[in-house]
């Protein structure tokens, strides 16, 4: 009998091949949740990234975005590893249905005469029913239209927006992923990797290469097809007019917005658009931006958007339930190359702690404080100030 981590990493495969439901809709953003049977399984790898994204208490074993010319949105998955477990599927697969677009129960074919009582309660309840036969998936009930709660829909929308970025970004220095935009622009045909051994030799093997590869798509340089994308465009056009040949010899040591004020302004124009920055620029914000460590800036995060705070901090976002949180929780990218990222970039001042990037074992996340650069605040202090400033009488307007 396979095991629930058989059938999602199946599941996933075949969303990611042959698209959601009878008229294979695009697939995008594949999401499975971060249990511990899953993270221990052999898939472990394939299943990434693993994010639990709690709908009234309950979790989805799989969240993707989908695409059609008629409709956009989130898909849901409750899977079982056995067809005896149907009934239960259903009442979670339901919940699910408060929010996402559609919600599906995945599962082993059986051949009996039970699948006409499952049929007949998926329709009641709105939800569709995916079956794998020999090792292939179909659906065999559709999922009822969508009606999500628009609330928690756009919370778990940012969250598996938000969530994967950090988990991509495996270079500590958001040179590397200007300089990919760049080198597609300097060589528009043939493959990114080549246009990067050519163009970008400061990376000098192909795995670091692909790392800035795949931060580049993630950060919206680069389109799926490995083609500049318009906001990758309008950056090298910038980074043109910066003159971007004589910056590419900046030294790595020095933080990248002291080195050159003028590209870091461009990452930051980046990444203030990644939902995981405006989370943590915000939850910063609220409390007065006076430096708070890990722990802290979590739960404050979790105020605004508890589904991406806990996917952005937490290995396993459970751990935020428990009475209190170990350093072993916090995902070791996010507290590492994520948050260097930002300090180079001069959204944060706080570097990344002595102690991140040195195993999950190690890390002391009651001392890393985290604060926004002054830059990054200038617009909400100088709003402040104008707030402050007496008003002034109708003769004086003028």
Not at 42 to 59: F, W
Not at 232 to 242: E, I, K, N, W
Not at 304 to 332: C, H, M, Q, V
Not at 342 to 348: D, F, T
Request: aromatic share 8%; net charge negative; proline share 5%.
């Amino acid at each position: 009998m396979p095991s629930e981590a058989d059938i999602v990493w199946s599941l996933k495969q075949h969303l990611q091949t042959q698209g959601l439901g009878r008229d294979r809709w695009s697939v995008s953003d594949i999401a499975v949740d971060s249990h511990g049977s899953y993270r221990q399984s052999r898939y472990s790898t394939d299943l990434e990234p693993m994010i639990s994204m709690p709908i009234h208490g309950c979790y989805p074993d799989l969240v993707c975005a989908y695409q059609h010319p008629c409709e956009e949105g989130l898909a849901a998955f409750e899977v079982k590893g056995a067809f005896d477990d149907w009934m239960k599927g259903i009442t979670q697969a339901r919940t699910y249905r408060e929010g996402v677009h559609r919600s599906y129960l995945a599962l082993p074919e059986d051949k009996g005469s039970r699948f006409t009582v499952l049929e007949r309660d998926a329709r009641e309840c709105g939800v569709g029913v995916w079956l794998l036969k020999s090792k292939a998936w179909e659906e065999v009930v559709p999922s009822a239209t969508p009606r999500p709660n628009l609330s928690e829909h756009r919370n778990l929308a940012a969250a598996l927006r938000g969530v994967v970025l950090p988990r991509r970004l495996q270079l500590n220095h958001p040179l590397n992923y200007l300089a990919v935009a760049w080198s597609r622009f300097r060589r528009p045909d043939g493959r990114v990797m080549e246009a990067m051994v050519e163009n970008w030799e400061d990376l000098g093997t192909s795995g670091s290469r692909q790392h800035a590869i795949n931060g580049a798509r993630y950060l919206g340089l680069l389109t799926q097809d490995d083609n500049l994308s318009r906001l990758g465009l309008t950056v090298c056009d910038l980074m043109q007019a910066l003159d971007f040949e004589k910056a590419s010899d900046i030294s790595k040591r020095s933080r990248f917005c002291d080195a050159s004020p003028g590209l870091a302004a461009v990452t930051r124009f980046v990444f203030m658009q990644q939902e995981s920055t405006k989370l943590i620029v915000e939850a910063l914000e609220r409390s007065g931006n006076h430096g708070l460590n890990t722990e802290e800036l979590l739960c404050e995060a979790a105020k605004i958007n508890e589904p991406l705070a806990t996917g952005l901090f937490l290995t396993d976002p459970r751990d935020f339930e428990k009475p209190s949180i170990s350093s072993s929780s916090f995902t070791p990218s996010f507290t590492f190359q994520f948050k260097q990222t930002l300090w180079h970039s001069g959204i944060l001042s706080t570097p990344i702690h002595k102690t991140a990037g040195k195993g999950a074992s190690v890390y002391d996340h009651q001392h890393d404080y985290w604060k926004l650069e002054d830059r990054v605040c200038a617009a909400k202090a100088l709003q402040h100030d104008l707030d402050q400033q007496p008003p002034k009488n109708a003769h004086e307007l003028f």
